[in-house]
Structure formats: structure tokens, C-alpha cells
């Protein structure tokens, strides 16, 4: 499978469809009659529409996976136009869809899954640095993508980290491009804060950055078999970071800033999880955009096809066995 993907061809986007749906299969065969609730913080939930909760399981997993396919294409465009890994492929996208059906909370909708657009335009964004003459204006659209995402989901906000840092490995010292993406943030919440005026609410203003005074989560509680399928996450990630350190200086200056970058948003998307009073396993789909760049680094750059297609291979058996078996 791994090989079938390599190759940069239009026929592969219907492999992918059909990768989608065989990771959803199992979770379609025994969805509950109602599918969980979308956790959401107090800004979102005031837009979302009366019974949004009561959407069928089914149409739920089918909305969530047309945006898993949409963010997979624009990953695999992203690595692609800014050649990441050397050479054009599907792997990022094919990678993407595995992490995304990871564990059965990843397969509905949820904040996390609709901000992963908005890690793929930032991506974009803070690549572009490299050979942009004057990144004022382009801090600034990113420290509003952040605001946005923070809206959506809170934890994000942490991402403005990875902004300026961004500014230190592409750019030179200029503190305009720090305060612009500063101004950028503060601009959609200046908008907001307006507009709670308007509808006598401001009290309510400062309830969106309530949750960043709750304590670190004590308790993680999920199921103990969700451990087994990081394994090979796991696995496959370290095998990727001795790939990289062997073939690190090998690669462009802009595609070694670049991954370095992406190391960094794997980072802050895996740990910002702490925000959340109650732990949160569909935050982690953060983490799948970076992830799946790495992923497909290494599938790219291994020899030993028989370990590399056995070891993928028994990523999507193991996804597909627990849907199938709810311990």
C-alpha cells in the first residue's frame, strides 16, 4: 500500500476515499443510536444551532470525514508545493486519514477537527516566511487565525507560540513582525468585544478565557486499550526522528527550518491539552497534521519495504480491530 501511494497520481484520491471509509466501517457497524455531544467552549456553543447534538451518528461520521478528506488533499498540496520531502506524493494525505480514525472519538465532529483547516493555513503562512521580503502583514493574518481558532477551540491559542517562533526560524530580528501578529490576535477580540457591548453581554466576555484558569488535568480516563494503538505511533515517530537526524543536513535550508517548525507544532498541539479541566481525547487530532508530515518522511525514506508495509499494516488492522471491539 505504502508503494501504491508514493506515486503522485490523481487515481490515488479514490484510494483514499476508500481508505476513509474502511476506517469508519467498524464504527458504522455498531454506532450507538445517538452519537456524543461536540464539546465546545462558551463562544461556539452560542452559534451552533438548537439540536445539533441530535444529528444520527452516521451523518455525524460522514460530515467529520468529508472534512478529514478535505484537510488530507490540502496537507498533501501543502507538503508537495513546498516539496518537504523531497519528492512529490499521497503519503501525507494517506498518512492524515490513518491518524485521523486513530482512536473512535477522532471519527466525529469536533472543534479540534474543523481548527485542523486553520493548522494547514498556518502552515502555509509561516512556510512562506522564507522568502517573504516583508512579513508584517503576514504575522497579522496569522495572529488573526489564531484568534479565530481560539474561538473555536481554546487550547489553540497556544498555537500563537509557534507563530513567533516561526519569526525566529525564518526571519531576522524585526520587532514590527512580532507586534503585527500581536495586533492581528487582538483585533478579532477587540471586533468581539464589540460586539458583546452592542448585546449588553460584556460580562460575559471574559467567560471565554475562563477555562485557562483551571488546573492541569489529574485524571486521564480513557480506555486502557486506546495505549496498544499509540504503539505503533510511537514506533513509527521514532523511527522518523533517526531518519531525519541522519539525513537532516542533506536537505534544503528551507525544508530543514521547515520541519523544524513542524516539530515545534507537533509539541505545542500535544501538550496544550492541560487548558481542558477534563481530559479531551479528540484534542490529540492536533497533532495529526505535523504528525502525518513525519509520517510520510519516513515511509518515503525507508528501505525495507516487507517492515515498513508490515508495520503500517498493522496500524490499520489495529484501528479497524478496536471499532470492531468495544472492551
Request: hydrophobic share 60%; charged share 10%.
Amino acid at each position: 500500500m505504502i508503494n501504491f501511494f508514493k506515486k503522485l497520481s490523481p487515481f490515488n484520491v479514490l484510494w483514499l476515499v476508500v481508505v476513509l471509509i474502511g476506517l469508519r466501517t467498524g464504527y458504522l457497524v455498531n454506532a450507538p443510536a445517538k452519537a456524543g455531544s461536540m464539546f465546545m467552549g462558551p463562544f461556539l456553543s452560542l452559534w451552533l444551532p438548537a439540536g445539533y447534538s441530535a444529528i444520527s451518528p452516521t451523518l455525524n461520521v460522514f460530515l467529520a470525514a468529508v472534512m478529514v478528506l478535505a484537510q488530507a488533499l490540502l496537507l498533501n498540496h501543502l507538503v508537495n508545493h513546498f516539496n518537504l520531502l523531497g519528492k512529490p506524493s499521497f503519503l501525507p494525505a494517506l498518512m492524515f486519514i490513518a491518524l485521523s480514525s486513530l482512536f473512535t472519538p477522532f471519527l466525529l465532529l469536533s472543534p479540534p477537527l474543523i481548527c485542523n483547516f486553520l493548522v494547514i493555513w498556518m502552515l502555509f503562512k509561516l512556510i512562506n516566511f522564507y522568502k517573504s521580503k516583508d512579513a508584517k502583514s503576514t504575522a497579522f493574518d496569522l495572529g488573526m487565525i489564531i484568534a479565530l481558532g481560539t474561538l473555536l477551540y481554546l487550547p489553540f491559542v497556544f498555537l500563537f507560540l509557534a507563530v513567533w517562533i516561526g519569526l525566529v526560524i525564518f526571519r531576522s530580528f524585526d520587532w514590527r513582525e512580532w507586534i503585527a501578529a500581536v495586533i492581528g490576535f487582538i483585533t478579532i477580540f477587540f471586533f468581539l468585544a464589540v460586539y458583546y457591548y452592542l448585546e449588553n453581554n460584556l460580562v460575559h466576555f471574559a467567560d471565554i478565557w475562563l477555562p485557562l484558569a483551571t488546573r492541569f488535568p489529574q485524571n486521564i480516563n480513557t480506555n486502557y486499550y486506546n495505549y496498544l494503538l499509540i504503539i505503533p505511533v510511537v514506533v513509527i515517530l521514532t523511527l522518523c526522528l533517526i531518519k531525519l537526524q541522519q539525513n537532516f543536513y542533506k536537505s534544503y535550508i528551507q525544508v530543514r527550518k521547515s520541519l523544524q517548525l513542524l516539530l515545534i507544532v507537533f509539541v505545542i498541539t500535544l501538550l496544550s491539552f492541560c487548558v481542558k479541566a477534563a481530559f479531551q481525547l479528540p484534542h490529540f487530532l492536533l497533532c495529526a497534521v505535523p504528525a502525518s508530515v513525519f509520517f510520510a518522511y519516513y515511509f518515503l525514506n525507508a528501505k525495507r519495504k516487507w517492515f515498513y508495509e508490515a508495520l503500517f499494516g498493522l496500524l490499520l488492522l489495529m484501528i479497524v480491530y478496536f471499532q470492531f471491539n468495544n472492551f
